[in-house]
């Protein structure tokens, strides 16, 4: 099919191939719902809409809100999200139940989620039937949505465990019960990014719904298979902050936005600067800790402390810099440990307006890398200003 050919079933262009490269991909963040099913988890309804917020400070275009079927308390906090007239689309995940979608209205959003299990294992377990049963449950629920004016995503939970064939089957039913989305669940993390790509590509060709890309971090590939997943023809991917999420968690917002950036030159509308603060709000209200090598807002990532790193990076930016801490408003930093070396030793001094000699800025080099690994953690600056009146008052004494 060529990259403007027409869909058969409805008479207009299908976009093509080329589009898609060029096209914006909209991140739909999924942390107060599915980040908030990470074990131990639990916002209050203020907690809700101050994450809430802070994503639409961030550039977030969508946001699933929640499961307003938790009963009246999670329906009032959606609810609260909706009233804050944010400048983006408040979602609703629900189960293909109708009584999930009327929850939904109650909770005042435009827009559902509706999921249900597609691998044969997921349908015989939980909806005890089969294939037959799926489908006319996304009849029934996702053209009931539609007729009280909802706008319908479908989620296929389980996805990259199921016959394709299948899978594009309920994809044409739920577009034929006029959803405008198929959500591609990586439900248990049993894709790579080939097998992203691969599936994604394969779906792609036999619609023209949006796609979104929904997948867990177990084996730690779901940024990668997000990615993956969009270079396949995915038109939105799922997101949390931080990866917040159940088990291992799912694609972290931070890392997608920047990698697509980054790498592949695609329009997020995200606010770069702006995901320190949205990760910082999320970490406080989830009480997680963000780790300090964490990807793009961890306050390690652009910390150097390495000898040859830090020489290099005073000669020229270039060379040990490939993502420009500047576009997330930040800033390399260097400190003082084990493995610095003399530019480290020299550059901190001169920032401290301290004197040494030669000789007194290798011996300032030997105690700094003695205290670093008697104390196990970098150097401060009230430390090395300590250790540079020591090897002074020394160096004078040795002179008298």
Sequence with gaps: MSPHSKDPSSGKRRPGAEDRKCSPVVLNDTTLRDGEQAPGVAFTAAEKVAIARALARAGVTEIEAGTPAMGHDEIAAIRAIVEAELPLTTIAWCRMRMEDVDAAIAAGVSTVNVSVPVSDVQIAAKLRGGRATALDMIARVVGYARSKGLDVAVGGEDSSRADVSFLIEVI??????GARRFRVADTLSVLDPDSSYALMSALRKATDLELEFHGHDDLGLATANTLAAIKGGATHASVTVIGLGERAGNAP???????????????????LTELGNVAAVVAAAAVRAIPLNKAIVGDHIFTHESGI????????????????????????????????????????????????????????????REYAIANKGPVTNETLVAIWQDVRHRAVGACA
């Excluded at 044409?172 to 019960?177: G, I, L, N, R």
């Excluded at 800033?331 to 550059?347: C, D, E, P």
Aim: no cysteine.
């Design 253 to 271: 917002l931070e890392e997608v936005a920047v990698a697509l950036t980054q790498l592949h030159g695609r329009e997020t509308g995200i606010v």
């Design 172 to 177: 044409a039913a739920a577009k034929a019960a």
């Design 309 to 368: 790193h830090v020489d290099g990076l005073l000669k020229d930016r270039r060379t040990y810099q490939s993502l420009d801490p500047m576009l997330l408003g930040r800033s390399h930093r260097f400190v003082i440990g084990k493995h610095s070396g003399l530019a480290a030793i020299i550059a901190s001094l001169s920032n401290l307006h301290l004197q040494a000699s030669p000789e007194e800025q290798r011996s300032i080099l030997a105690r700094v």
